[in-house]
């Protein structure tokens, strides 16, 4: 099987490109440095030729809100034309468990318009939508620090590792069109105490403030706003925090 894995250097993409070819699988890397670029669709149908499924892990070069939108949008119509002509069997494409329930956070609307643009595709289906990665608690700190304070939202998550998010991806791949897969880690933990832990973990001296006000990424969450969907038979991994964090 040939797998075009679109964003395939960045974290997910690495981990889904290194599983498919132990298993034997043929898979392109494709990204802006790979001479493939999906929001001008420049590359994409060489690219595409002999492909039987495409992954997407896309992330933009530009987080403006209006050009987030436009460029998941753009670049899912344009990955899901050349997928036509080329024959492509499969599209799959990884988004946010909740996007739905936080409209108001840009990369949320964002991850919705994506989704959206490919509700009634040409081309069969699979979004796996998984929670917060352990691996972007650092990046929540960093982005959420003021004078040396760390004030994040004490509203709990259900995050999940990025080799759990590979594994299932890989099984998107092989199993076929599934429509929409929620998948999660196994425990609800407050955002503050997540991104306290992976602080101390690294050494870190800075101060986890709990606040409530302070959101996820400025916008206000509550214990059910990014947990699996109710009613959803999600996948639930089995690795948690604590392994995770002793396994760094």
Request: no cysteine.
């Amino acid at each position: 099987m040939k797998v075009v894995i679109v964003g395939g250097t960045g974290l997910i993409g690495r981990k889904v490109r290194e599983r498919l070819e132990a298993l034997g699988h043929t898979v392109l890397a494709a990204s802006p440095s790979t001479g493939v670029n999906t929001a001008t669709g420049e590359g994409l149908a060489d690219a595409l030729v002999g492909a039987d499924v495409v992954v997407d892990v896309t992330n933009p070069p530009n987080w403006d809100a209006q050009a987030l939108i436009d460029f998941f949008t753009t670049s899912t119509a344009n990955q899901l034309k050349a997928e036509v002509e080329a024959g492509v069997g499969h599209h799959v494409a990884v988004s946010i468990v909740g996007a739905e329930r936080a409209p108001d956070n840009f990369y949320m609307a964002a991850k919705i318009a994506q989704e959206k643009a490919l509700e009634g595709a040409p081309v069969p289906t699979t979004i796996v939508k998984a929670t917060q990665f352990f691996e972007f608690m650092r990046t929540v700190a960093d982005t959420s620090t003021t004078d040396g304070q760390v004030r994040v939202t004490d509203a709990t998550l259900q995050p999940i590792a990025a080799d759990d998010v590979g594994d299932r991806v890989v099984d998107a791949v092989l199993n076929g069109p599934a429509g929409v897969v929620e998948i999660a880690g196994p425990q609800a933990i407050p955002l503050s105490e997540l991104v306290r832990r992976v602080l101390e973990a690294e050494g870190e001296s800075r101060a986890v403030v709990p606040d409530h006000s302070a959101g996820y990424f400025g916008t206000v969450i509550e214990d059910s706003t990014l947990i699996p969907t109710p009613g959803v038979n999600a996948w639930i991994a089995e690795r948690d925090f604590d392994s995770w964090l002793a396994a760094r």
